[in-house]
């Protein structure tokens, strides 16, 4: 298993977060394999994974039952292994190979419409140093699509307002340019001149772009607070499915440019997907929009 987790971590290049949720399935699958007298992976049949893998979703008496999402993730990490275990010879079979994870039901992302946007982005505030950061986070986030933890982890040389782009650090190791537009290009230029050399004169010199109080680094969760209160004061849900996140942003970024007629390929490379297919969800969401724009401008619509 330490193995596979080095393989994750030097050839795949997971994040940490990714990698931790890894490590704490494949515990979770070793423990029961070994407390089923199962002491070796080429011991393992396809009974043994498919019924964990079955069980993910039931819980027992250490475990509460787990998500679609969670259990997907889990029986992603044990299938990894057991395949990762034939190519390195460790094993002649994969026991996993014909044992599906549990389907996810699809679901639409969360995207805001553009008033609310707009509402959200003027509650950040203005004025003091912290509140000409809080405007740039919110605007470089929906400007750009990016990830909160790649607008958290841009550096200030990652900036190029003359050029009205930035490189994003993304997962995996990737990295991508991207353009930023006009209004986040003046919300960043305020802070950069006006907001973050009072922050920076009280830390100990760091070159990311987003500071905290105290002048180092802005954290995600701090992140999300700034978008959490601006939410809040714009009037918009702050708590339960609805509630606006910073993964909301970027749903919005990608809805509203393909409501505005960008190919949805371009959408993928500015959001950074692997795949197409990933970014196609959101082309259910404009869908969804044109029905209800339908259902409410055709006389025959009913």
Not at 141 to 158: C, K, N, P, Q
Not at 163 to 173: F, Q
Not at 242 to 267: C, E, I, M
Request: glycine fraction near 10%; charge should be positive.
């Amino acid at each position: 298993m330490r193995t596979y987790l080095d393989h994750l971590t030097v050839e795949r290049g997971l994040s940490a977060n990714t990698l931790s949720s890894y490590r704490r399935d494949l515990h979770r699958y070793v423990t029961t394999l070994t407390a089923a007298g199962v002491t070796g992976l080429a011991s393992v049949t396809h009974a043994d994974v498919a019924g964990y893998v079955a069980a993910l979703r039931g819980g027992d008496s250490e475990h509460p039952p787990l998500s679609a999402a969670s259990a997907a993730r889990a029986a992603s990490a044990v299938r990894g292994l057991h395949r990762f275990a034939v190519r390195e010879g460790l094993v002649e079979h994969d026991a996993s190979r014909d044992v599906r994870p549990p389907a996810l039901p699809r679901r639409l992302p969360k995207a805001l419409d553009v008033s609310d946007v707009e509402r959200l982005l003027a509650a950040a505030g203005e004025g003091s140093a912290l509140a000409l950061r809080d405007r740039a986070l919110l605007e470089f986030l929906y400007g750009t699509g990016a990830r909160i933890s790649e607008a958290v982890g841009a550096a200030v040389d990652d900036v190029d307002l003359d050029e009205g782009t930035a490189l994003l650090h993304g997962k995996g190791g990737r990295t991508r340019l991207v353009p930023i537009g006009g209004y986040a290009c003046t919300a960043l230029r305020h802070y950069l001149t006006g907001g973050r050399p009072e922050l920076a004169a009280g830390g100990r010199g760091t070159p990311v772009v987003f500071l905290n109080a105290r002048g180092g680094p802005l954290s995600r969760q701090s992140a999300w607070t700034i978008l959490h209160r601006a939410a809040g004061r714009a009037g918009l849900p702050v708590d339960g499915p609805r509630a606006v996140s910073p993964h909301t942003l970027r749903h919005s970024f990608a809805t509203h440019l393909l409501d505005g007629g960008a190919d949805v390929r371009v959408v993928q490379e500015l959001l950074g997907h692997a795949s197409v297919t990933t970014t196609q969800v959101y082309t259910l969401v404009t869908v969804e929009r044109l029905r209800e724009v339908y259902a409410t401008a055709h006389p025959r619509a009913r």
